[in-house]
């Protein structure tokens, strides 16, 4: 039997005419009915497009300077459609507690939907499946929580500008933080939270810690899995977000979620933090990046400028310097994202350093925000943050390019600050004063004070982390900067070929640097590449015991050893051994050793950075990788390191700021070298 809808054509000479004719006028009816009913399905098109926009949701302005929207999430199955209702939000206020939520937007196309008040509204497939995965069961009641994508109009610039402001006082205020690392495809959540919380428990209890390192130092004992499973946390999307640090860095409770699975973010904090602090073989080894959660644990909370680190907490440049190792779609966020930060605001104006604003290029946000930190610190701290990796970035969008002392902060590239805040005080106590009348040409010229101290004479290729390794070929660029810090050879008498002593050519520890016998020119060297400072919490210094430059000496020394053979080091004046003098107190302790910290220093600091020696003085110095030979080693008024510049090209009387950088000798109080009756020098920054 033919299917009802397929047409079968019989020759007219096996039917009657009859029949034949009422076949004829059955076609034609139905053909008839099929045009009626195209022509409805195109009515239906015409008219689709608006009956679809009148679908989606529409938001309501704002009222109030302090006030926001928060979602009230409808409890459902995971099969049953998101759907909820937006409410008014005062902050600040005594209304109902409330949700915040912290995740990554993911795509930026939206391509699912939550119904708000029976209307669309669409959101990420990020978003969608964080909600899916936090909204009540059946039954309970309906949770209350902000999301930035759908609590603040996205389309309307004015709000988002209005918004931006509040963000981290939303995040303050909510009972609770909940954030979304993302799916977990490969169920890594499970292992890595459980060594995260076994972790915890061994570096806090001593008698457990012996127990554990009895089976294995290494803790090799743990499944690799594990150390896999709790890298590929460290490494998640979510950590890098410029907007995460205002949302996950005050004291509110947070629970991270990821997967099904959940941990309290104060464990995973204390668990990397004690990872970084104790373990830093263990988290170098299995190459877990702990300091993707430690910099971001209560960041936003206010702290005391006299506890250690108080300058960094109160500089907004510093903060600005972390959030540039995130990303952000937006390259203005990366200024935007930290003005809820407590050091953002200026006492004395009543007033954010900057308001944030979509409508200004991202030229104009970074020239202004380096304009007011110059005029608002009376630090140089902003001139710090220039410096980079060496690597090209192209250039911003807008027919003129940055000044040179101005940073990029969408760069990312910033690895470790010589000029920590307070570290350094190579100008001495002097304050900067950089005032409105300290620019030229429209605000592109810096003028600034300072003294030239050498110019660059040998500069050697970048630093990677290799280069601090015993398997690594890369060890030898060590050799190759200490080679930079002997003596140029005489001049060879006509006739007689030149040669180089071969012990010039060894770490030798004999030798002075910079005319102080107490200052060998191998201590200058391991200095230069690992700063003592970082060595001043090992131990107390004393009349009798080890400075921290003394005990960097030798922890750099018992490093070379291990990675150099013994041909190639001179032990004479060893300053790991006890001296002999009888002048030597009796309750002198030798300086002890420690090549662990010494080589965790030498990666935060010499990584992505070259060693130079200067023309004249013959200084040593840790300097940014775009240094070119013939580059100028200067101290500005107020700075708190040294700097680099370089002659323009375009203009004699200019120079082009290059970067930072770490000279022994230079580090503190420099200016008094160059004697009291000295005049300062100006420089025209272009």
């Avoid at 204390?270 to 910099?295: C, F, P, Y």
């Avoid at 907004?316 to 190792?325: G, N, P, T």
């Avoid at 690895?415 to 409105?436: D, E, N, V």
């Avoid at 016998?517 to 090992?538: G, T």
């Amino acid at each position: 039997m033919a299917h009802p809808n397929v047409h079968i054509a019989f020759s007219p000479w096996r039917l009657g005419l009859h029949q034949y004719a009422q076949e004829q006028e059955a076609q034609e009816r139905e053909e008839l009915e099929r045009q009626a009913l195209e022509s409805q399905r195109l009515a239906r098109e015409r008219t689709l497009e608006p009956a679809v926009l009148a679908e989606f949701y529409r938001y309501k302005p704002i009222q109030g300077y302090n006030s926001s929207r928060v979602l009230v999430l409808k409890p459902g199955k995971n099969t049953d459609k998101l759907a909820g209702r937006l409410e008014y939000l005062w902050i600040g206020g005594e209304g109902p507690r409330y949700s915040a939520l912290s995740y990554v937007w993911g795509e930026p196309q939206s391509n699912d939907v939550i119904l708000i008040d029976g209307k669309r509204l669409a959101i990420t497939s990020s978003l969608s499946l964080a909600l899916r995965r936090l909204r009540p069961a059946p039954g309970q009641s309906a949770l209350r929580i902000w999301v930035d994508q759908i609590c603040i109009n996205q389309r309307d610039t004015v709000e988002r500008n209005q918004q931006v402001r509040l963000m981290h006082a939303i995040f303050r205020d909510a009972n609770r933080v909940l954030v979304w690392l993302g799916a977990d495809p490969e169920g890594d959540a499970p292992r890595a939270f459980q060594l995260a919380n076994a972790l915890r428990a061994i570096f806090e209890d001593k008698l457990l810690s012996s127990l554990c390192k009895s089976k294995g130092a290494d803790l090799d004992w743990i499944p690799v899995e594990n150390w896999k499973s709790l890298r590929e946390l460290s490494k998640l999307p979510w950590f890098r977000r410029a907007w995460i640090p205002q949302e996950i860095g005050t004291d509110a409770e947070a629970i991270v979620h990821w997967g099904s699975d959940s941990i309290q973010w104060e464990k995973l904090h204390h668990s990397m933090r004690k990872l970084e602090t104790h373990g830093w073989e263990l988290k170098k080894k299995h190459k877990i990046d702990t300091g993707s959660a430690t910099q971001l644990f209560r960041r936003f909370v206010e702290q005391p400028r006299d506890k250690p680190g108080g300058r960094a907490r109160h500089s907004f440049i510093y903060q600005l310097c972390l959030s540039a190792r995130n990303s952000a779609t937006d390259p203005r966020d990366y200024v935007f994202s930290q003005l809820g930060h407590y050091s953002a605001w200026i006492e004395t104006e009543q007033a954010l350093i900057i308001q944030p604003d979509y409508d200004n290029t991202i030229a104009a946000v970074y020239h202004e925000i380096a304009i007011r930190a110059l005029t608002v610190d009376s630090s140089l701290m902003l001139l710090n943050a220039v410096s980079d990796n060496g690597e090209s970035s192209p250039p911003l969008p807008g027919p003129k390019a940055l000044p040179s002392w101005v940073p990029r902060w969408d760069a990312g590239r910033f690895h470790s600050l010589i000029g920590y805040p307070g570290r350094y005080q190579a100008f001495g106590s002097t304050k900067s004063r950089i005032t409105k009348d300290s620019f030229e040409d429209n605000f592109d010229t810096l003028v600034i004070k300072g003294i030239v101290v050498d110019t660059i004479d040998k500069v050697t290729a970048k630093f990677t982390p290799r280069c601090f390794s015993p398997e690594s070929s890369k060890k030898e660029l060590i050799q190759t900067a200490w080679r930079l810090c002997q003596p140029p050879s005489p001049r060879p008498v006509a006739g007689q070929p030149s040669k180089r002593e071969p012990s010039s050519l060894k770490f030798t520890t004999q030798g002075t640097y910079q005319n102080d016998a107490s200052f060998p020119p191998l201590k200058a060297f391991l200095d230069a590449l690992a700063p003592s400072a970082v060595f001043s919490h090992i131990s107390s210094p004393s009349s009798s015991s080890p400075t921290s430059l003394d005990i960097a000496y030798a922890s750099g020394i018992a490093v070379l050893s291990k990675l150099f053979p013994a041909a190639a080091f001179s032990t004479k004046h060893d300053p790991r051994k006890s001296p002999n003098s009888e002048a030597t107190p009796t309750d002198y302790k030798p300086p002890q050793p420690n090549p662990t910290t010494w080589l965790q220093a030498a990666e935060d600091h010499a990584v992505h950075r070259c060693f130079a020696v200067t023309k004249e003085s013959r200084y040593f110095a840790m300097v940014p990788p775009t240094t070119k030979t013939g580059d100028i080693l200067c101290i500005l008024k107020g700075g708190e390191t040294p700097y680099v510049l370089r002659v323009d090209p375009k203009a004699a009387d200019k120079r082009l700021f290059v970067g930072e950088a770490y000279v022994p000798g230079l580090m503190k109080d420099a200016s008094g070298l160059f004697g009291p009756g000295m005049e300062l020098g100006t420089f025209r920054l272009r």
